[in-house]
């Protein structure tokens, strides 16, 4: 089996990312961080890690379609195979989710398809639910509505905050997702 060649598109603190490149044996390469931040933490991330960024500001292109050609472009000469989205605040666009149609996945925290979108675990707590989980699903041209290929459900205490919550809620994430992906890459290999 070949080790495929994926990217991690991240826009925040990057802890998936660490994760991911903790994992080791994942039967694939991280070659390439896609982010959208100049200021993320996940940037120091690929520092540490040795992964090649590049790093973009929607500002300076016209339309979407325009900064999605560029990372494509950036993607292809990176020979990268698979996506990986952890914590990447945009929606993909067609030009990305043409190119990559059933090779790029997204997490997310909640039982999808229960509380999508943006602020998924004050969502949870908010709605006073008793559990809410990690979902890891293929993505498509919905907010996190595509196939979903594995979850896992996580308590909500009577007395959780957003913060004890998404404390737990990453603990998940970060064993399910180097889970997913390895099961993933050997299925596909
Ligand atoms: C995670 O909770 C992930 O599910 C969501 O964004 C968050 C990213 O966290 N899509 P981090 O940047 O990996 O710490």
Not at 3 to 20: E, H, L, Y
Request: hydrophobic share 40%; charged share 25%.
């Amino acid at each position: 089996m070949s080790m495929k060649r994926a990217a991690v598109f991240a826009s925040g603190t990057g802890s998936n990312f660490g994760a991911i490149m903790e994992a080791g044996e994942l039967d694939c390469d991280i070659v390439l961080l896609v982010c959208d931040k100049q200021e993320a933490k996940v940037l120091e991330k690929a520092v540490y890690y040795d992964v090649p960024t590049f790093v973009f500001d929607a500002k300076n292109y016209d339309s979407k379609e325009a900064y999605e050609m560029e990372i494509l472009k950036q993607l292809h000469k990176a020979k990268v195979e698979w996506i990986f989205l952890a914590g990447y605040m945009r929606l993909i666009g067609p030009i990305l989710l043409n190119a990559y149609e059933g090779k790029m996945i997204n997490i997310h925290p909640s039982y999808l398809p229960a509380y999508p979108g943006k602020d998924a675990i004050g969502q949870a707590i908010r709605a006073q639910v008793t559990s809410t989980g990690v979902t890891i699903h293929y993505v498509d041209e919905g907010m996190d509505t595509g196939t979903i290929i594995a979850q896992e459900r996580v308590e909500v205490l009577p007395d959780d905050t957003v913060e004890t919550l998404s404390e737990r809620i990453h603990e998940v994430e970060h064993r399910l997702y180097p889970r997913v992906i390895k099961q993933l890459m050997i299925e596909n290999g």
